[in-house]
Every structure is written in C-alpha cells, then in structure tokens.
C-alpha cells in the first residue's frame, strides 16, 4: 500500500444528534487510503449515520470530515470526492448498462466515454452486458453495474451501504469475493456499512465494531475475533463460552484463576481485566478451540491443558462440524465444535466428558460486563435481513 494519504478518511470528535437522541457518540476514525474499511453493528448503532456524514448526506452535530487534506465537513455531497452505492441500487431502468455507467461522465460533459465504460464494465465483468437494461440483469449484475457507475468518476473515497443485503445467501458470499477483488484492484478507500459480521470479515482489512453510536472495538478481522476486548464484541462476532472465575495467583506470564473448585490458565497479555488476587474475570474460549473427550479416556489429555468436566446435553450434526451443548458446574450451555474427520461414537447426550483446550487460546474481560452484550441484538439483525 503507498503512503499516498489523500484518500484517507479523517473523522474527528463526529457526533449525532436528533433532540435528545444521540445516534452516533463523539468519534475519532481514520480510515487509510486504499484500505478497505468496515462498520459494523447491530440496527441503530450509528454505522449508517456515521457513512452518511462522511458523504454529507447528513451534517454531524459536531466534529470535522476530512478527506486527505481537505475539510469537507461543510460541503454538500456533489462536491466531496465520494460516491455512495446504497442497497437499492437505484439504476435508471430506462437506460442500457453502458449508458447507466456513463452517466457520470456525460453529466460532467465528457464526451468521449467508450473506453472509459468499457474498461470499468470489464472491471466489474460485464462487458457482454453493455446493451442489456437493468431489469434483465439479477441482483448481483445490478449490484455491479453500480459500483461501476460509482467508480468511473474516480471518486478517493467509495461508500457502501449495506450493498449486499438484498441478495440470497450464496449470492451474497459470491459479491463479498467480488468486491474485494475490484477493491484490490482500482486500489481507492472502501467504507463499508454492514450488520453481517461474515460479510466485514471476509472483506475488510479493518473493522470497527459499533454499539450504541461508539466505536467498541476496532482493528483487524482476526485481532477482532481472536482478542475481543468486550462481551459486546465476543458475541457479536461469532459464539463464546465465558466462565465467571477467581484470580488466584500469578505464574510468570500467566494467570491461574479458580473457576469452580478446579483451575484455569489465562496467558495474562489476553486478559483486558484487573489481575489483583481475588478479583473476578471471565474467563473466554471459542467453541471450536475446544476438544471433547469422554471421561474414561481422561487420562489420554496432555499435561498443560485447560480443562473442565461435563455432561453431553446436546448435539447437532451440521456437516462440516457436529455442535454439542455440554453442561458443566462452570458454565450451564457450554458450547463444543468439533470437526467431522474421526467421529467419536461414545460423544451422545448423557456421556460424561472432559472439555479441554490450549491456554493460549483463552481470553479475560472483564467480569462487571453483561455476558448476553451483542447476542440478542444478532438474533434481531438475523429476523431483520430474513424479512
């Protein structure tokens, strides 16, 4: 990536408010040239607010935009360098491809277009579509041609709202590739407005995750996912365990906590809560991080691992992994996710069994926070995008 900075986003102290709401909080955010940059959150958490400020689409209650050098907080969208592609895609149905993604360039008087919209139609792989209108294409060629006609007017910045969240599943992860692939390519800044935390993680270099009009959490997709610094962001991105435990001690680099009457290891760099003897913590691990294996076979588990003891309560077989719920003194609903390559007939609901995993794999947060942050928002988020 260069160190050209003119394409970079510059929010500082963005706020919103509407009377006595406030959308979207104070808000520091840089977003480097030729990254693509992802907000992510849960309906109403400020991530659309946010994007529509950057396009001054709405004005912040306080705060300045910048794009590269330039303050752009009080100029009207035609003037800013971004183009913005919603989620309907807004396409004129009575022009051709061709002429939809010319459009730009026409308005702005250009003449001489073929090249141009040739080139970025087969950017976007649909230079055997040129004559076709927009109703003979499906939702993903749409999706395309807009970006196309956003891109031909060389914006530094592309804006993307929810771009994907009318096409079906697989058509979907199909566009995530899609769009990473043309972002790599013409190599501008990409924001991008999602609630599907596959969809940010599978396009971004960066997330941010947003709750309640703040930033929660901000940094790379696996630094998100494998070092969460909040339930919020634990549960929103993908299933946690958390068991409420007890600093008892410190070992070199690690903590050794008690969680019901037995004794977990916490590398003490994964652990964003208070270490003093005797505090609480909770205790972090990610369902597939975790191997079962049934009691009589205890002996077999290498020294050094975490582990704690349960009953199988419940199992589904989807495919690639079977999920088990086990209940154990720690935690109620444990969550295991095991591959499917050698299936272990003995690990059937009622079997006892041993949990057991690495301790690098572990986190701690802090214990004053609720362990249902960013669970029940997912579960709306989920019936939102079925409607």
């Not at 076979?297 to 349960?310: F, Q, V």
Request: include cysteine; hydrophobic fraction near 40%; glycine fraction near 10%.
């Amino acid at each position: 990536m260069t160190n050209d900075t003119s394409g970079d986003v510059r929010l500082s102290g963005i706020s919103k408010t509407y009377g006595s709401f406030t959308a979207v909080h104070p808000l520091d955010l840089t977003v480097p040239q030729g990254s693509f940059f992802a907000l992510l959150g849960a309906s109403g958490c400020g991530k659309t607010t946010t994007l529509r400020m950057i396009a001054g689409l709405e004005e912040p209650s306080s705060g300045t935009v910048h794009l590269g050098e330039q303050d752009v907080t009080a100029l009207p969208p035609y003037k800013r360098p971004v183009n913005t592609v919603f989620q309907s895609y807004a396409l004129f149905p009575h022009l051709d491809i061709f002429e939809n993604v010319a459009f730009g360039l026409r308005r702005r008087g250009i003449k001489s277009v073929k090249k141009q919209v040739e080139d970025m139609l087969d950017l976007v792989q649909l230079g055997e579509q040129a004559r076709k209108k927009p109703h003979q294409l499906s939702g993903g060629q749409q999706q395309r041609v807009a970006v196309a006609r956003a891109l031909i007017n060389h914006p530094k910045v592309l804006l993307l709202d929810e771009p994907l969240g009318a096409l079906d599943l697989k058509l979907r992860r199909q566009m995530q590739l899609e769009l990473k692939r043309i972002q790599t390519e013409v190599g501008i800044t990409f924001v991008h407005v999602t609630h599907d935390q596959e969809e940010a993680m599978t396009m971004a270099d960066t997330v941010a995750v947003m709750n309640a009009g703040r930033v929660e959490q901000l940094g790379s997709p696996t630094d998100l996912y494998e070092n969460p610094r909040t339930t919020f962001v634990a549960n929103f991105l993908g299933t946690s365990n958390f068991i409420e435990a007890e600093v008892d001690s410190k070992s070199g680099d690690d903590i050794v906590l008690k969680a019901g009457g037995g004794k977990l290891v916490l590398p003490e760099a994964r652990c964003s809560a208070p270490t003093a003897t005797g505090g609480k913590v909770l205790v972090g691990v990610r369902p597939e991080k975790i191997s079962l294996t049934p009691a009589d076979d205890a002996g077999d588990i290498p020294e050094g691992r975490n582990r704690i003891t349960g009953k199988i309560a419940d199992s589904s077989f989807i495919g690639v992994s079977t999920q088990y719920v086990v209940d154990s003194p720690v935690c109620s609903e444990f969550e295991v996710y095991a591959q499917n390559i050698d299936r272990d007939a003995r690990l059937v609901p009622g079997a006892e069994v041993v949990l057991h995993w690495n301790p690098a794999h572990t986190f701690g947060l802090d214990a004053a926070q609720s362990l249902l942050a960013g669970t029940t928002g997912s579960a709306g988020i989920q019936e939102e995008a079925a409607v």
